[in-house]
């Protein structure tokens, strides 16, 4: 049972380098989300999707990127890294939007831009 | 999405009981209480969930009064190992119209 998987799981990158994180689910969830967490914080949501096809902006959404083009996936890209991207990211998923639905997270990515 | 209010951080010994509430004010009738827990450098992850009443399961117990404005996450005899930062989100099952927004949670420091 993999639930939500996450690579890679370290990458340092350069300034103004590119780099896709992936996310795969298992659990045919409709419900898909990135979220990046930075030390000693909490989790902010970046981009979120309710479905293949469909994806929407969370609360700091900017200088990333998503698509969802199956149910399965969902990549993370950084379209130019900068140092105030240095974060932990974690991809989740739920059965539905709802917050009463179990919220399922992959073992987080740790990215450092230097 | 219900706005929650929980106690940004708790210390406690080891061997205690620990509760922490968390107040949800404006929670809708068809709303649920959840609470999740988070390690260090891993993700958060499903503890328990209530509607109303107490619900009990082999890691805390939930209560929630009667007006449902508010729920407390009790951890019976806590370990070293309890220490993490302790999520409460209040929303529906199903569909809803808000993504999951996770607040800054609570963070439980367990001391021997």
């Known amino acids: 049972n993999a639930g939500v998987t996450q690579t890679p799981k370290f990458q340092v990158l350069k300034t103004g380098q590119s780099m896709t994180l992936q996310c795969a689910q298992d659990m045919n969830h409709e419900y898909m989300s990135w979220y990046r967490q930075d030390p000693g914080m909490g989790l902010r949501l970046i981009h979120y999707s309710v479905g293949a096809g469909i994806t929407d902006q969370g609360e700091v959404p900017n200088g990333y990127n998503v698509s969802r083009s199956t149910t399965e996936d969902f990549p993370l890209r950084l379209l130019s890294a900068a140092p105030s991207q240095t974060s932990v990211y974690f991809c989740?998923?739920?059965?539905?939007?709802?917050?009463?639905?179990?919220?399922?997270f992959g073992e987080g990515s740790w990215l450092t831009v230097v | 999405l219900a706005k929650t209010t929980q106690p940004i951080s708790m210390d406690s010994y080891e061997g205690q009981e620990v509760n922490i509430t968390c107040s949800h004010n404006n929670i809708a009738t068809n709303d649920y209480i959840t609470w999740y827990q988070q390690f260090p450098s891993q993700g958060p992850r499903f503890i328990i969930q209530g509607y109303k009443t107490k619900v009990t399961n082999e890691v805390a117990s939930l209560f929630i009064p009667a007006d449902r404005k508010s729920s407390t996450l009790s951890l019976p005899r806590v370990s070293l190992s309890d220490t993490a930062v302790y999520y409460c989100?209040?929303?529906?099952?199903?569909?809803?119209?808000?993504?999951?927004?996770f607040g800054k949670g609570t963070r439980l420091s367990v001391i021997a």
């Open positions: 989100l209040v929303g529906p099952r199903g569909p809803g119209n808000t993504p999951l927004v």
């Open positions: 989740a998923s739920s059965y539905a939007l709802g917050s009463g639905n179990t919220i399922y």
